[in-house]
């Protein structure tokens, strides 16, 4: 079974221009969510989409926006690039159930604003 | 607030020097505690789930167990290929929604 997969691997922006990101979850995950992760701050939530909706947000500011298709893929837009957005941004997909089920995270797009 | 609280923040281990990291947790409406490993350059691999107080699960060398305020991950015997960064994360219930909380890790290094 393939695993989360994330493209680009790696991306150059200078501040002000924009990116996105991309992120295809394992089949038959239904939940996707993003994550940014920097040596100083740790993982930290962005947000979670479900059946191509936004069910959860984390505390980012509008510069950050993500949508989810009907097959579940997954992107992420950042606009406006600042040099404090250089991290690596996780997806992470996982499957609805009565029990907590664990994220399967993909092994995320560096992005370094310079 | 909630938070989850992993100690220590570095550990070093010789190889075959036996050791628990720590994942210390205050939330309400624990609903699972979640272990991965992270290695360099690389997304968090899942290692275990724990669900309830009482709850163990092995995976080799690692053995993960949940109290009602904390988790162990215990590591056997540990060699250099479990050098990686190890993170908590505790799925929890309260204000109307799900929240996942994840804990800043352990690097863990292994020499030989």
């Known amino acids: 079974k393939a695993g989360v997969t994330q493209t680009p691997r790696y991306l150059i922006k200078t501040r002000g221009q924009q990116v996105t990101l991309s992120c295809s979850p394992i089949?038959?995950?239904?939940?996707v969510s993003w994550y940014q992760q920097t040596p100083g701050q740790g993982l930290q939530f962005l947000f979670e989409?479900?059946?191509?909706?936004?069910?959860n947000k984390g505390n980012f500011p509008g510069r950050f926006s993500g949508r989810q298709f009907s097959n579940s893929r997954s992107e992420m837009n950042v606009s406006t690039l600042e040099l404090g957005d250089s991290a690596l941004y996780l997806c992470?997909?996982?499957?609805?159930?009565?029990?907590?089920?664990?994220?399967?995270f993909g092994n995320g797009t560096r992005l370094t604003v310079t | 607030e909630d938070q989850v609280t992993q100690s220590p923040e570095a550990l070093r281990l010789q190889e075959g020097e036996s050791s628990s990291l720590n994942c210390s947790y205050t939330?309400?409406?624990?609903?699972?505690l979640f272990w991965y490993r992270q290695d360099p350059g690389k997304g968090p691999e899942f290692l275990f789930t724990?669900?309830?107080?009482?709850e163990e699960k092995e995976k080799e060398r690692l053995k993960a167990t949940l109290t009602k305020k904390e988790s162990f991950l215990h590591i056997t015997a540990p060699k250099p290929e479990d050098s990686a960064t190890y993170l908590c994360?505790?799925?929890?219930w309260g204000g109307g929604s799900e929240k996942l909380v994840f804990g800043k890790g352990t690097k863990l290094t292994v020499n030989p």
């Open positions: 989409y479900f059946s191509e909706t936004q069910r």
């Open positions: 994360a505790v799925q929890a």
């Open positions: 724990l669900y309830s107080a009482g």
């Open positions: 992470a997909s996982s499957r609805e159930g009565v029990r907590a089920s664990p994220l399967h």
């Open positions: 089949s038959g995950h239904r939940s």
């Open positions: 939330v309400s409406g624990l609903r699972g």
